[in-house]
Each structure stands twice: as C-alpha cells, then as structure tokens.
C-alpha cells in the first residue's frame, strides 16, 4: 500500500465541502485516495437518515473502478458483492451502485434522500441524472466526493464545477502522480501526442475536440501506410462490417493481429451503391474468400443494427463453407473507439496496407463536428467516409482490452 502522495494527502485533509471533486489526467492519482475517503464517509454517517450511493457509468466501470479495488485492500469481508437489487455492504453499510448513463438506470432515486454520493467517470454521465442527484443531496450533512477525466470546456459539469455551489475542487496532471515508472509516464506523453486526448488525459486540461481527429496520421502518413505486407507476422485476421442505407455504404474491413500487439488493416471493400441482400452476400463470400487466401480469418463482427442482413451473411458462408464465425459488434462507445486507435498510432502499432484507398482517406478526412460544443462528436453528416471507420472499428475492438494494456484505467 503507497502512501499518500503531497496532492492527495491535501485533499484528505481539504474535502469538507459539500461538493469534494478531482479532475484531470488518467492515472495521475486521483482515484487512489477515494478507497480511504469512502469507509470514512460511510462510517461518518453510520445510523444518519438517507441513502449511501455509488454512481458510475455503468454498474460494471464501477465494480472495475472502485469495488475491486476496495476489495485488495480491505478483503470481500468488508467490501461485499453487488446484489440483485444493486446494493452491497461497504463496512456493515448499505450502498446502492447503479449506472448514471441512463436517466432510467437510476430512477429509485426518485424522491430518496441521499446522505453520501460517490461518483466515478462524472463526464460519462447523463446530465438528467446529475441534476436529479442536485436535489436528492438534501440533508444538512449530505456529501458528494467524485473524479473525472476533463472533456471540453463546453460540457455541462464544467459549467457546474464554474458555478458558486459549495465546491472543492482539485486539478490533476499525470506528473502528480509520483508512483508511476517514468518510463511509463513517458510511452504515454507520447501514444497521446498530437491529439485532443493529451491536453485532457495528460496535461489535465478542459479543450475543445477541433479539427482532424487523427491528425499525427494526417501529418505524417509515411509513419503508418505499408507496403509489402509479411504474413508471417499476422497471427489471426478479423472481419467488421458495416451496413449501408441512406447516404452510407456497406463496408467490410479486415484487420490482421501481429505477434507483437499491433493492429494492421489488410483489406477493405467498400460500395456506395445500394445493394440487393444476394449482391451483398455474394460480396461478401467473395472478400472473406479473398482475405482467407493470405491470413487465418477466425471472426466476422457485424452492425447489430441489421439483423436481417447479418443472418444472410450467415447463410451465404455456411452454404459457402467459409469457416468463419459471425456475430454483432460490440458497438463500444465511438469516442472509446477513437482513443483506443489513437494511443496504438501513439504507440507505434497501428499501420495499414497501402492498397487500403478508402480506409486511409476516411483516416485523413475524419472531423470534430464543430456544431456541437458540449460533447466530442465525430462528424457524420455524409461528407466524410464514417463507414470504412466503423468496419475498421469493429474488426478490432474486441481487442482493446488485450492491445492497450491498463484500458478502462480513469
């Protein structure tokens, strides 16, 4: 167990407001106080009327964030498992852990008194359930300690955090941080280099998401278009898909895995034609069989929005007998997606054929949608090429976890 860091160590000693908030870079130490500061707090109000809550993106980011951790140091005796009705004991405390991206995860506390709140990933939220919070927070002793990783300086709990609430905040950069292995420090400066990220997950800062979303690929392409690809260094292949309709095309990608955690996009096929269902599952028998040719193609992941369509698919490769398996997208969040590619062109470890037209254009073109000013949205108005992006996308997601070691790390 480390002890506390100077910037911390302030903080334990500052958070008598009812608002007790850190922001800023991603492992820069801003968590690691809180699994002290929350037995504290519920031990604090042990036998006073309201509810103990944990709010969190998702019911699971909370159990990574926070449960498990709390569970290293103080042992599942202490710390118990999240129950059918989402509570769990913290040091004989009943605690509701609920998700706060969805007004509707968060409803039975409609009308509850809330004496603590703790709250993880606050940027990630829905802003209703944050203004439902405001009012449930209604005791003379009820307190509120949360984290973030900073967005744009338009997002609505910036514009809180401005306000004249009874707030104590503190800002982080990941050089607070004096536990981390500078070698680590360092690989990390520069996966973000060059993007939006680095201001907001190193440098701690409030900016806006402007202009060309991978511009270190914009800028030096040379680091990251090859030729002369080696299948000896693809271990396996994967497949996404995207679905046409309206203004978008049916896209497939195929995105190799190297033995040395790298992402490689082999091939791709894009039509900007609509499509008979026959035409596109002939297609798509065609490039699978293509890819086959040169790499062991294992999984195909499709647009889940297009079940129809993804069971012809299946039909057309088993009738075809491709050998493949073929399921829905994980649909992880697209900004979650940017930044995974992000940090692997950061890294060194992202690269892509040549002969992959499409795919780079789409790369080079991809915008910040600058009409909105609260929120990072990737522009999709049809003027840029969103499909490739998301075949590319899919292909690999799955893998994050296992490419970028620490994801899911706030």
Same mark, same amino acid.
């Given at each position: 167990?480390?002890?506390?860091?100077?910037?911390?160590?302030e903080?334990?000693? !500052?958070?008598?407001?009812?608002?007790?908030?850190?922001?800023?870079?991603?492992?820069?130490?801003?968590?690691?106080?809180?699994y002290? #500061?929350?037995p +504290?707090r519920l031990?604090a109000?042990?036998?006073?009327?309201?509810?103990?809550v944990?709010l969190? =993106?998702?019911r699971e980011?909370?159990?990574r964030?926070?449960i #498990?951790?709390?569970?290293?140091?103080?042992?599942?005796?202490?710390?118990?498992?999240?129950?059918?009705?989402n509570?769990?004991?913290?040091?004989?405390?009943?605690?509701?852990i609920?998700?706060?991206?969805?007004?509707a995860?968060?409803?039975?506390?409609?009308?509850?008194?809330?004496?603590?709140c703790?709250?993880d990933?606050?940027?990630?939220? =829905?802003?209703?359930?944050?203004d439902?919070?405001?009012s449930?927070?209604?005791?003379?002793?009820?307190?509120?300690d949360?984290?973030c =990783?900073?967005?744009?300086?338009?997002?609505?709990?910036?514009?809180?955090?401005?306000?004249?609430?009874d707030?104590?905040?503190? $800002?982080?950069?990941?050089?607070?941080?004096?536990y981390l292995?500078?070698?680590?420090v360092e690989?990390?400066? +520069?996966?973000?280099s060059?993007?939006? &990220?680095?201001?907001?997950?190193?440098?701690?800062?409030?900016?806006?998401?402007e202009?060309a979303?991978?511009?270190?690929?914009?800028?030096?392409?040379e *680091?990251?278009?090859?030729?002369? #690809?080696?299948?000896?260094?693809?271990n396996?292949?994967?497949?996404?898909?995207?679905?046409g309709?309206?203004?978008?095309?049916? $896209?497939?990608?195929c995105?190799?895995?190297t033995n040395?955690?790298?992402?490689?996009?082999l091939?791709?096929?894009?039509e900007?034609?609509? &499509?008979?269902?026959?035409?596109?599952?002939?297609?798509?028998?065609?490039?699978? *069989?293509r890819?086959q040719? *040169?790499?062991?193609?294992?999984?195909?992941?499709?647009?889940?929005?297009?079940?129809?369509?993804?069971?012809?698919?299946?039909?057309?490769a088993?009738?075809?007998?491709?050998?493949?398996?073929i399921?829905?997208?994980?649909? +992880?969040a697209i900004?979650? *997606?940017?930044?995974?590619?992000?940090?692997l062109?950061? $890294?060194?470890?992202?690269f892509?054929?040549?002969?992959?037209?499409?795919?780079?254009?789409a790369?080079k073109? $991809?915008?910040?949608?600058? +009409?909105?000013?609260?929120?990072?949205?990737r522009?999709?108005?049809?003027?840029?090429?969103?499909?490739? &992006?998301?075949?590319m996308?899919?292909s690999?997601?799955? !893998?994050?976890?296992?490419?970028?070691?620490g994801?899911?790390?706030?």
């Open positions: 167990m480390q002890p506390g860091s100077s910037k911390q160590l903080f334990w000693r !500052e958070c008598n407001r009812r608002w007790n908030v850190k922001t800023g870079a991603t492992r820069s130490g801003k968590t690691y106080m809180d002290f #500061l929350i +504290r031990l109000g042990a036998g006073k009327e309201g509810l103990n944990i969190g =993106n998702t980011t909370i159990r964030n926070v #498990l951790p709390m569970v290293s140091i103080y042992g599942s005796g202490r710390i118990g498992n999240i129950r059918t009705d509570s769990c004991t913290m040091f004989g405390q009943q605690v509701f609920l998700g706060a991206d969805n007004e995860h968060v409803n039975r506390l409609r009308g509850a008194s809330i004496k603590y703790y709250g990933e606050i940027t990630t939220w =829905n802003q209703g359930v944050f439902m919070l405001k449930r927070l209604d005791k003379p002793y009820s307190v509120f949360g984290t =990783n900073p967005e744009g300086p338009q997002h609505w709990f910036k514009t809180f955090l401005d306000s004249d609430a707030i104590y905040q503190q $800002a982080y950069c990941i050089d607070d941080n004096p292995d500078p070698a680590f690989n990390l400066k +520069r996966e973000y060059g993007t939006v &990220l680095y201001d907001r997950y190193i440098r701690g800062l409030w900016v806006a998401a202009g979303i991978y511009k270190p690929f914009c800028d030096h392409p *680091r990251f278009v090859i030729s002369g #690809l080696s299948d000896q260094t693809i396996k292949a994967i497949i996404g898909v995207d679905f309709g309206g203004t978008s095309a049916h $896209a497939f990608c995105t190799g895995l040395r955690g790298s992402v490689v996009i091939d791709e096929y894009r900007k034609k609509a &499509l008979e269902p026959t035409k596109l599952e002939t297609d798509f028998v065609d490039f699978v *069989r890819c040719m *040169r790499w062991l193609v294992t999984d195909v992941w499709c647009d889940s929005a297009e079940q129809t369509l993804i069971n012809g698919l299946r039909s057309a088993a009738r075809e007998r491709l050998g493949v398996n399921g829905n997208a994980m649909k +992880r900004n979650d *997606r940017i930044r995974a590619t992000c940090l062109m950061g $890294a060194g470890r992202f892509i054929n040549a002969d992959c037209a499409e795919t780079i254009d790369l073109s $991809a915008l910040w949608d600058s +009409r909105h000013n609260t929120e990072d949205v522009l999709d108005d049809g003027t840029t090429n969103i499909d490739s &992006l998301d075949a996308e899919y690999f997601e799955r !893998e994050i976890p296992t490419l970028i070691d994801w899911g790390q706030k």
